[in-house]
Each structure stands twice: as C-alpha cells, then as structure tokens.
C-alpha cells in the first residue's frame, strides 16, 4: 500500500480508473495501526485492479476539509469511475467488515 501526498492523491481521486480504496490516518494513532493492518489483510482478498493507497491527515488539510473527514482511522472508497462522491467509513470492526464494504462501495 502506498503512501501518497495530497496534490497526487487529490488528483487520483478525481480521473476514473481503477476502484480506489484509501485509508486515511495519523502517525500517533494507535486504532489507527489496527486499521490499518486489517485493511492489509483484507487487500490480499481482493481483486489486483483494486488501488489501495493510505494517507497522513496530518499533511492533508485540504482533502479534510474537501471530504469533511472528522475521525482517523477513516476509509474512503469510489468506484472505477468515480462516480458520485466518496463513500466513507470511520469504523472498521473487523476484515470481514472492510471487506463488505470495499466490494459494496468500489466494486460495483
């Protein structure tokens, strides 16, 4: 998984492509890190297309306020061709759960 900065990432989030899937987080967030190693194991159950990306909040001021992001950990999640608006989950209970979500959200 891939740490991006905000400029790329903004602009990933706004062409089609492949499902985008990204999790959001702060360094110092212990809930946070369990998110995160959930969403790794979750990423090896789904399809190669799928990008996973992750992000510092902390550096992001803009993409927080764009998206109203108001929790870490946080996933946010758009379909290949980015329609609507990105769906986003700030709980993340189990792989199981991450899992149902990015098949219902981006693999439409």
């Not at 992001?60 to 927080?64: A, F």
């Given at each position: 998984m891939n740490e991006m900065e905000q400029k790329e990432l903004l602009e990933l989030i706004g062409q089609a492509g492949a499902p985008l899937v990204v999790f959001g987080y702060t360094p110092i967030c212990g809930t946070c890190k369990v998110a995160l190693r959930m969403l790794e194991i979750a990423g090896t159950m789904l399809p190669s297309e799928v990008t996973?990306?992750?992000a510092n909040l902390n550096l992001?001021?803009?993409?927080?306020s764009q998206y109203k992001l108001s929790s870490v950990p946080v996933l946010m999640a758009a379909p290949a061709d980015r329609s609507g608006v990105m769906n986003i989950l700030y709980r993340m209970g189990s792989v199981q759960h991450v899992l149902d979500y990015i098949r219902r959200v981006a693999l439409l």
């Open positions: 996973l990306v992750k992001m001021p803009q993409l927080v």
